[in-house]
């Protein structure tokens, strides 16, 4: 089994940066497309972006430009660098893994973490606010 640990979230002002850690203790990781996905308040969980096992990355469309993913594979980790951060932005951010087909078949869902993925991490709060 892959377990998954997210760091990295904290209470930030608008305009902000923050590096979001997920971390697996599982050598198989570099097996697995790894996912960001989040939910704010009151709404679905989204993907926010992912990262193929070969490398190759996704982002949300509105997020281009601000976040960007890379993995670490040497080190079982997967990392979501997000800078000029806004209110909007403020959610739980989960990563999660599985065959990368899977996780772009999961652009959004219900509730995180979803049973439609295999492995998730406990998530980790971050709060853009003034």
């Known amino acids: 089994a892959v377990t998954l640990e997210e760091t990295g979230g904290a209470s930030v002002q608008p305009g902000g940066a923050l590096t979001l850690s997920c971390t697996s203790q599982?050598?198989?990781?570099?097996?697995?497309?790894v996912a960001w996905y989040r939910q704010g308040p009151g709404t679905e969980c989204e993907l926010v972006s992912a990262?193929?096992?070969?490398?190759?990355?996704y982002y949300k469309h509105s997020l281009k430009g601000r976040f960007t993913i890379s993995r670490d594979n040497s080190k079982n980790t997967v990392s979501l660098q997000m800078n000029s951060l806004k209110p909007e932005d403020t959610a739980v951010y989960y990563c999660a893994a599985d065959s990368s087909h899977l996780i772009y078949a999961w652009t959004s869902m219900d509730d995180c973490p979803h049973p439609g993925l295999a492995y998730w991490g406990q998530g980790t709060q971050v709060t853009v606010s003034s």
């Open positions: 990262i193929s096992e070969d490398g190759t990355t």
């Open positions: 599982t050598e198989i990781f570099s097996d697995y497309g």
